[in-house]
């Protein structure tokens, strides 16, 4: 079983509605977790954190955490063609030590 | 401020060939790590460093894979000999790991073909 899983879609959705990411993680004792944007042929570059169960909300961007089950989503509200990349979820157990899901495709259509 | 630097950003080689990926981190930052992406397997982590030593290295796929960080400003990502199976983007990533949860930063990636 992969420490980190999402599913790796394309996920289409219109301009102007929301998408909605998901990743789950095996290890229990993960405390930080973390969403990646990554255009094709860029790096990764940091959307959100998230440390404690709840939603933690930055402008379009929602992060939500729920430890019990060993989830975490993120939500874009308002989708614009701008978003279209790859999603990626990474955790970290607390040893400093991030590990990375294989990344959700988005696509926002115009 | 400058970001992680990776170099080469390009690198086309012949099987059997020594490559060695090279990377600055942001400067004061503490800990290193290397990842290697490719479609099929998404962003692994190779190797982590902490104040220059290597703390995790369970994700060096092979002993054709070693790693070194001489100083707090440079490590090098090495492979020797070079096999058609390590084609793959190398990204270097940084970090202040004054706690866990410190977010880490990525450089460009070295985009490595082995023929």
């Known amino acids: 079983q992969k420490e980190v899983e999402q599913n790796s879609g394309p996920l289409s959705v219109p301009e102007g509605a929301i998408a909605s990411l998901n990743c789950t993680y095996s290890d229990r004792g993960s405390q930080s977790f973390f969403w990646y944007r990554q255009y094709s042929g860029k790096s990764p570059e940091l959307i959100m954190s998230i440390y404690s169960n709840g939603d933690k909300e930055d402008g379009r961007f929602t992060a939500q955490l729920n430890k019990a089950s060993q989830y975490v989503s993120l939500l874009i509200r308002d989708s614009q063609p701008s978003d279209s990349a790859t999603y990626l979820c990474?955790?970290?157990?607390?040893?400093?030590?991030?590990?990375f899901g294989t990344g959700t495709r988005l696509k926002v259509l115009a | 401020d400058a970001g992680v630097i990776q170099s080469p950003r390009h690198e086309v080689t012949e099987m059997g060939q020594e490559v060695t990926l090279r990377c600055k981190p942001i400067s004061g930052h503490n800990s290193l790590f290397w990842y290697r992406q490719t479609m099929m397997r998404g962003l692994e982590l190779l190797i982590y460093?902490?104040?220059?030593?290597?703390?995790?290295d369970s994700g060096m796929p092979e002993d054709r894979f070693s790693a070194k960080m001489p100083n707090a400003s440079f490590s090098t990502l090495k492979i020797q000999p070079s096999e058609p199976r390590d084609s793959a983007v190398y990204f270097c990533?940084?970090?202040?790991?004054?706690?866990?949860?410190?977010?880490?930063?990525f450089g460009e990636g070295s985009w490595l073909t082995v023929v």
């Open positions: 990474a955790v970290d157990s607390g040893t400093y030590k991030y590990i």
């Open positions: 460093f902490n104040n220059n030593v290597p703390i995790d």
């Open positions: 990533a940084s970090s202040l790991q004054a706690y866990s949860g410190n977010t880490i930063y």
